[in-house]
């Protein structure tokens, strides 16, 4: 919208220069102030304000686009806070995973490009950490248990037996994580589809070259995998 209105403007004084000039193009005709000048000033005028808005609007929008980046962000550290000593609690893993779900909703009103790249730093060091939560943890774990060591079978036992809590008995509980919640996590952990890797150049002969002199242990070791594989343990030399 800011830039049709930015074309407008300029369109309007543009027309306005038209008006002005065209007097002195044509021989036969005299620059008349209230024929030339007056329709001019007018075009100008609405041009300027059109050129005003245009601004305006741009400064909404680039405002409303911040806000929205600031909230994603501050829902990603929601979840973070959440889980981040390792707990198995249901509520805990609830709260964070609709916080989690909340940051997607609110990264799709960030709209500006420097907003979004400053996103996707973000997004980077979060995905690291939710797939930690995730990535190492028995099956147990995810049944509530406290002790992760026992087997699966006495962990879904364990999650729905009678709780004393205070002068009371629950005859039923649930200590089993959320599946929602489990998703939403997963999901803030995945590499979103069509992910163009920054980290898109190695090192070329010249560079590898200048090496040499200021960092003899990295020329040592880009040298050493051209010629030689690792697998297993074992090292293999490379087909020239």
Not at 36 to 56: F, Y
Not at 166 to 182: F, M, V
């Amino acid at each position: 919208m800011d830039s049709v209105l930015k074309k407008l403007g300029w369109v309007l004084i543009a027309a306005a220069a038209v008006v002005v000039a065209y007097p002195f193009f044509k021989a036969s005709m005299d620059f008349d102030p209230l024929i030339n000048a007056l329709p001019a000033g007018v075009l100008v005028a609405l041009g300027a304000q059109l050129l005003a808005q245009a601004n305006n609007f741009s400064d909404a929008k680039e405002k409303r686009s911040l806000f929205y980046l600031d909230s994603c962000v501050k829902a990603y550290e929601g979840a973070r806070v959440l889980l981040e000593d390792g707990n198995n609690e249901r509520v805990e893993w609830i709260a964070a995973g609709r916080a989690l779900v909340h940051a997607k909703e609110l990264a799709e009103s960030v709209t500006e490009d420097s907003h979004r790249r400053v996103l996707e730093l973000h997004k980077l060091k979060y995905r690291g950490f939710f797939s930690s939560v995730i990535s190492d943890k028995p099956a147990a774990f995810f049944y509530g248990a406290k002790d992760t060591a026992i087997s699966i079978d006495d962990a879904a036992k364990n999650s729905t037996v009678a709780e004393h809590r205070g002068d009371r008995i629950t005859t039923s509980t649930l200590n089993s994580l959320s599946d929602k919640s489990l998703h939403a996590v997963w999901e803030a952990a995945q590499w979103p589809t069509g992910y163009l890797d920054p980290l898109d150049r190695r090192f070329s002969k010249v560079e590898q070259a200048k090496l040499i002199v200021l960092f003899p242990g990295l020329h040592e070791f880009l040298e050493h995998k051209e010629q030689w594989g690792s697998v297993s343990g074992k090292l293999s030399p490379k087909k020239k």
